[in-house]
């Protein structure tokens, strides 16, 4: 019986140093925020799940580091758009990090279904703008779909990845 309660508290303890873990680790465990923009406008996305990898160690091992955030995402900003606008998307690198996304996809998101969002059949691969690649620029397409949310993946180069979300209104 000891050994079972001592193991029961060995369990506890883990399972509590996971909460904390969890709760001091930030919202998002990458290191820039998105602005979305089209025509004049521009919104701030919100941040939804990531992760972030060490450099490697010398034998090729390395660490990675996860924030998952619970969907849908709430967004706050909603940009302006009609089918086929270019929409522009802006990664800001927040302090002491210089990455720049390696590759960035783009879907679209119906929000208020049943089971709170769907999936739309729209996936495209956003272009780099020339010069520094925090730039991305995408061309909507044709029908909308009633889309509510433009769903964006940022790949890291090295560190990662990163999912955002940006409200469409939709004219």
Known sequence: MRARR???RAVVRLVV???VVLLVLPSSAIAASLVVGSDGSRVHASEGSGCVSEEPEPDGS????CADALYPLTVEDFLPVSARDHVVLRFRPLPGYVDEPLRVSVGLVRLGTRTGYDD?????RASPIPGPRELWAVRLPGRLQGAD????FARYDGIGGENYWAGLDVR
């Open 6 to 8: 001592g193991g029961s």
């Open 17 to 19: 140093l996971g909460v």
């Open 62 to 65: 390395y660490s990675t580091t």
């Open 120 to 124: 739309l059949s729209w996936d495209r």
């Open 149 to 152: 949310v433009l769903d964006v």
